[in-house]
């Protein structure tokens, strides 16, 4: 990766990589998901598109997802293997919601035009995601308390304020797996 930005664009491709995955595996039966997965796949192709015009290589490791390195490695949630489908439904509520304000900080905060171009048309299919998982089910004070808590330690361990978008050491701790060592709830 070159810059804070292109590390923000991979963790977005690899994030929406990992709920495309995870629908397509355990969801893909139950045509509630169906309209979600395919817009999720469309996502990995925009972000994935929009690195292949900024960066030479592109990092697929999953373990970089906001699933996998903050909801699984801070938040302590196994996240592949939700079988439940309420409880699976309260971790994509909250990731799309994570999505929806990490991705509108980025176009206020992130100096690459092209990726803010790419999230922009993103945000309203998050948007749409978002509102088909607010029904009230056992799991979601849970995770909107985990959510919460995630981004406290994160804004505390990287006192970058809410810029931590350039904070090339929180990027590589993320990448290398590092993050869930430095940040606890």
């Given at each position: 990766?070159?810059?804070?930005?292109?590390?923000?664009?991979?963790?977005?491709?690899?994030?929406?990589?990992?709920?495309?995955?995870?629908?397509?595996?355990?969801?893909?039966?139950?045509?509630?998901?169906?309209?979600?997965?395919?817009?999720?796949?469309?996502?990995?192709?925009?972000?994935?598109?929009?690195?292949?015009?900024?960066?030479?290589?592109?990092?697929?490791?999953?373990?970089?997802?906001?699933?996998?390195?903050?909801?699984?490695?801070i938040g302590?949630?196994?996240?592949?293997?939700?079988?439940?489908?309420?409880?699976?439904?309260?971790?994509?509520?909250?990731?799309?919601?994570?999505?929806?304000?990490?991705?509108?900080?980025?176009?206020?905060?992130?100096?690459?035009?092209?990726?803010?171009?790419?999230?922009?048309?993103?945000?309203?299919?998050?948007?749409?995601?978002?509102?088909?998982?607010?029904?009230?089910?056992?799991?979601?004070?849970?995770?909107?308390?985990?959510?919460?808590?995630?981004?406290?330690?994160?804004?505390?361990?990287y006192p970058?304020?809410?810029?931590?978008?350039?904070?090339?050491?929180?990027?590589?701790?993320?990448?290398?797996?590092?993050?869930?060592?430095?940040?606890?709830?």
């Amino acid at each position: 990766m070159n810059t804070a930005d292109d590390f923000f664009m991979n963790h977005a491709f690899v994030s929406e990589l990992w709920l495309f995955n995870a629908l397509k595996q355990n969801w893909s039966h139950k045509e509630e998901w169906h309209k979600q997965m395919l817009d999720e796949k469309k996502h990995c192709a925009m972000t994935r598109g929009a690195l292949k015009k900024n960066v030479s290589t592109i990092d697929y490791n999953l373990d970089a997802s906001v699933e996998k390195a903050m909801y699984e490695g801070i938040g302590k949630i196994d996240v592949d293997n939700i079988t439940d489908e309420d409880e699976f439904s309260a971790l994509a509520y909250v990731v799309e919601r994570r999505a929806i304000l990490l991705y509108k900080r980025y176009l206020k905060y992130g100096s690459n035009d092209y990726y803010k171009k790419v999230l922009s048309k993103i945000i309203a299919d998050e948007e749409d995601h978002k509102d088909t998982h607010t029904s009230d089910n056992p799991y979601m004070k849970k995770y909107k308390e985990i959510d919460s808590k995630i981004w406290k330690a994160i804004r505390a361990t990287y006192p970058d304020g809410d810029h931590y978008y350039d904070n090339i050491q929180f990027w590589k701790d993320v990448f290398t797996g590092q993050l869930k060592n430095k940040c606890s709830i």
